[in-house]
């Protein structure tokens, strides 16, 4: 079992700066993959970026150059660097984790990035 719980959303102006947390429990060491993804309303949820156990990093073409995402393995958090942010970031973002061929998600939170 694994447990996610993500923070550090909020409200911005286009261009600022955003961090997210991932802070990962339970059996974190059979973890290969985490992810970050988002949801706007109405849309489907989209990978934003992922990072492997061996730390291959991917990023989708729209966050490429703004977003970073990075992990700490003492804190057991990967986090989602967020900057150059533009509305069209506006969305539920949520962390997720493949550990043993089982996806597990977190809550997600709202990121809101006003004009």
């Known amino acids: 079992q694994v447990q996610l719980v993500e923070s550090g959303g909020g409200l911005v102006q286009s261009g600022g700066s955003l961090r997210l947390s991932c802070v990962v429990a339970g059996n974190i060491f059979s973890i290969n993959y985490m992810g970050w993804y988002r949801q706007a309303p109405g849309e489907q949820r989209d990978l934003v970026a992922s990072i492997t156990r061996s730390g291959i990093r991917n990023y989708a073409d729209s966050v490429k150059g703004r977003f970073t995402i990075s992990r700490d393995n003492p804190e057991n958090t990967v986090y989602l660097q967020m900057n150059s942010l533009k509305p069209e970031d506006t969305a539920v973002y949520y962390c997720?984790?493949?550990?043993?061929?089982?996806?597990?998600w977190g809550r997600g939170t709202q990121v809101t990035v006003s004009s």
């Open positions: 997720n984790a493949l550990s043993r061929g089982v996806l597990y």
